[in-house]
């Protein structure tokens, strides 16, 4: 079989990204666009400002990207594009531009869901190894999914609330620290120690999440020291706000594991970046004899790579779409 050139685009949220990747595990070319320091001053993601810097970054992104990669359009075989879950507006800019150059150099369109980009970004670690756990952990989502072949997705358990991301920015906000507030709240907390008492949320013995009653918990606790007029110490409160969020990921992942007899467990995602995390999971499957696939840090957040990893496989199962493909903002993974 001849080497495979997938073209990735990403533009589910905030970053705008192109990617060249060869047979869906090497990596030829990334380009990516962040918009974070844009959307600080608001405190989290403005759906219109950030579908308007993705239509004036994704012509220059894709071009880049080529350039970068020496290739031109027509080395391309097929094109990987982020169809949803996210903002309609930025998935819009994504997929149209997708779209437009399919119908120009007739390449095949896959549709990728976004979820599964962040756990195919693994394969660009290694080849997957199957039957496994997909450990989802993102700014929308937090989900325990079981894959017995490439896209079988089974569901086990998910958030029924908040998802673990969301909820690390929110309490960042509560406790003083600026947008993103998640890496900011892992840094924090190697500099303090959980000497704050936090519920651990929803103990009861199924796979899912609950995160909205830890983020009450923390508001309600700042509450209570400023009505003290006692000083919040934001170092000790972010470890003891890290152990228990970490926990309650990886009490639910052991659980999964022991009743699967699984022996392969990946992390995807945004969350996936936080070292709290990332260390908890390596003594978690160190403990169970479990081989564990984290993708390094550039892999974690939005990235074209994932999704042209993802299309790669996505190809091989004979997903295509036509120019009729719609964005969607929520989507069941499938």
């Known amino acids: 079989m001849k080497d495979m050139y997938i073209l990735g685009i990403e533009s589910s949220c905030d970053e705008t990204s192109a990617s060249i990747v060869k047979n869906g595990t090497e990596e030829i070319a990334t380009v990516i666009s962040s918009q974070i320091d844009i959307h600080k001053d608001y405190g989290g993601v403005v759906p219109e400002i950030a579908s308007r810097h993705h239509v004036k970054n994704i012509t220059i ?7 970068k990669a020496n290739m031109k359009m027509e080395d391309i075989d097929a094109i990987a594009i982020t169809y949803g879950p996210g903002l309609i507006g930025s998935l819009l800019v994504g997929l149209e531009a997708a779209k437009t150059l399919s119908f120009v150099y007739q390449k095949p369109l896959i549709p990728v ?21 997909a450990v989802v952990v993102s700014g929308g989502h937090t989900e325990i999914i079981e894959m017995r072949d490439h896209y079988q997705f089974e569901k086990l358990g ?18 003083g620290l600026e947008y993103p507030g998640g890496p900011k709240i892992d ?4 500099e303090g120690e959980p000497t704050y008492k936090l519920p651990l949320p929803l103990q009861d013995g199924s796979y899912h999440f609950s995160f909205s009653g830890l983020k009450s918990a923390v508001i309600n606790l700042v509450h209570n020291e400023e009505q003290r007029g006692q000083e919040i110490r934001q170092a000790d409160l972010a470890a003891s706000f ?21 022996q392969n467990v990946i992390v995807a995602g945004g969350v996936a970046a936080n070292k709290g995390l990332r260390k908890a999971m390596e003594e978690l499957c160190d403990e169970l004899h479990v081989h564990l696939s984290i993708p390094p840090m550039r892999y974690c957040t939005d990235n074209g790579t994932m999704i042209a990893a993802a299309g790669y496989y996505a190809y091989l199962q004979g997903r295509r779409a036509d120019l009729s493909l719609n964005a969607k903002s929520q989507d069941t993974l499938k």
């Open 187 to 190: 840094q924090l907390s190697v």
């Open 113 to 133: 869901h976004h979820i599964a980009g962040h756990i195919y970004a693994n394969s660009l670690v290694g080849e997957l190894q199957f039957p496994l756990l």
């Open 158 to 175: 998910g958030t029924l609330d908040d998802a673990i991301g969301e909820c690390y920015d929110k309490v960042a906000r509560v406790i």
């Open 61 to 67: 992104v894709l071009e880049e990207c080529l350039e």
């Open 242 to 262: 890290q152990k228990i969020a970490v926990s309650s990921i990886t009490s639910k992942v052991r659980k999964a594991i022991v009743d699967k007899g699984i």
